[in-house]
C-alpha cells in the first residue's frame, strides 16, 4: 500500500474527458491530451488521477519522478498503482466519511492520508457478486474498458487505440458484471470492435452471452450451444469469464468405467481448442495472468 512520508505531498489530476484519459491510460500513443494538473510538484510527490465519469471514479495513483512546475511536461514512475476495480467517489466518500476535492491541485495532508487509505482499500469482488453500479453509466464503461485492457470483448483482438482521436466512440454493451458462471439469462458488459459490434448486431442477439455462447459447435444431439450442468472433476482457478467452465483436465484411466479421456471430453464439453472463438474469453485473461505487463510511456502532457 501505498502511503505519504513525511514531506510528501499529494496532488489530484483530472482526467477529462474520460473515454480519452482511459484511453491514453491504456495506450500512450494515441492522440488524445486528457490530463489537467495544476500545482509546483516536487520529485516524490503522489498524483491520484481522478476521471470524469458519472460518478466519478479514482483511477490510479502515481509517482512524480521529476519536478513539475505547470509548464513543463510530467513525469512518473513507470508503474503506476492501479486502483481496483475504479472506485467510485461517491462509494468511498460514504464509507470513509470525507469530501474529494472536486478541482485538481494540492490537498492537505490530513485529507490526504485519508484518501490514499481509502482508495487502495476498495474491496475485491468475489466469486457470486454481482456489480451493483448502473450498468448504463460512464463509470460501468470505463470499468469494462479497463478490465479488458483495451481488447475486445468479443474477438479478444487489441482495439486500435493508438489511432483514437478526441471525440473517437467506442461500442459498449451495457450489462451488471457477474462473478461467477453464467446461468441462463446472464448478460454480461462488453466492450467491441467495430466487426463484433457488426456481428452481434446482424446474429439477432441482444444479450452478449448469448451471442457468444450461440458461435459454440452445435452438441450433435440437441443442437444446444450451452452445457447443462457441470462436468466432474476439481474446480480450476477462479472463473474470470462466465462464458467458461474452467475444469482440470482428466489423465487417461481415471474417468469412469470404459471411458477414456476423448470420450469423457466429448460428453463433459471441456476445453474448447486455442484459436475457437468460444475461447475467445477466457484466452485472453489468461494471457494477461499469465504475465504480460502493459508496456507505457510515463511522460503526460498536460492542460492548464
Not at 19 to 36: C, H, Y
Not at 198 to 226: E, V, W
Amino acid at each position: 500500500m501505498i502511503t505519504r512520508s513525511s514531506g510528501q505531498h499529494v496532488f489530484i489530476a483530472l482526467g477529462t474527458p474520460w473515454l480519452d484519459a482511459m484511453v491514453a491510460f491504456l495506450e500512450p500513443r494515441a492522440r488524445v491530451d486528457p490530463w489537467i494538473m495544476r500545482g509546483k510538484m516536487a520529485i516524490a510527490d503522489l498524483l491520484i488521477t481522478v476521471l470524469d465519469t458519472t460518478p466519478r471514479t479514482l483511477l490510479c495513483i502515481e509517482t512524480v519522478a521529476a519536478p513539475f512546475d505547470g509548464t513543463s511536461r510530467m513525469e512518473v514512475d513507470e508503474r503506476p498503482y492501479e486502483l481496483h476495480g475504479l472506485p467510485t467517489v461517491p462509494e468511498l466518500e460514504q464509507r470513509w466519511s470525507i469530501t474529494f476535492p472536486t478541482d485538481p491541485g494540492p490537498v492537505d495532508d490530513a485529507l490526504a492520508d485519508r484518501i490514499l487509505t481509502a482508495g487502495q482499500s476498495h474491496y475485491a469482488h468475489y466469486f457470486g457478486d454481482i456489480d451493483t453500479l448502473d450498468p448504463t453509466s460512464t463509470a460501468a464503461h470505463a470499468r469494462t474498458l479497463m478490465n479488458e485492457r483495451g481488447n475486445c470483448t468479443g474477438c479478444s483482438s487489441p482495439m486500435p487505440l493508438r489511432k483514437f482521436n478526441s471525440g473517437d466512440r467506442l461500442h459498449f454493451h451495457s450489462a451488471s458484471r457477474i462473478f461467477r458462471q453464467a446461468e441462463p439469462g446472464d448478460d454480461y458488459p462488453a466492450v467491441l470492435c467495430r466487426k463484433c459490434t457488426g456481428r452481434m448486431a446482424t446474429s439477432g442477439h441482444t444479450n452478449f452471452i448469448d451471442y457468444m455462447l450461440a458461435k459454440n459447435p452445435p452438441c450433435p444431439h440437441c443442437c444446444a450451444h450451452r452445457t447443462a450442468r457441470c462436468s466432474p472433476g476439481d474446480a480450476g482457478p477462479s472463473i474470470r469469464s462466465p462464458t467458461v467452465a474452467r475444469r482440470n483436465r482428466l489423465r487417461r484411466g481415471t474417468g469412469h468405467p470404459g471411458m477414456d479421456v476423448p470420450s469423457m471430453q466429448s460428453l463433459m464439453g471441456t476445453d474448447v481448442p486455442a484459436g475457437s472463438p468460444a475461447a475467445g474469453l477466457i484466452s485472453s485473461r489468461q494471457s494477461r495472468e499469465a504475465g504480460r505487463c502493459l508496456q507505457r510511456s510515463r511522460t503526460r502532457m498536460h492542460r492548464p
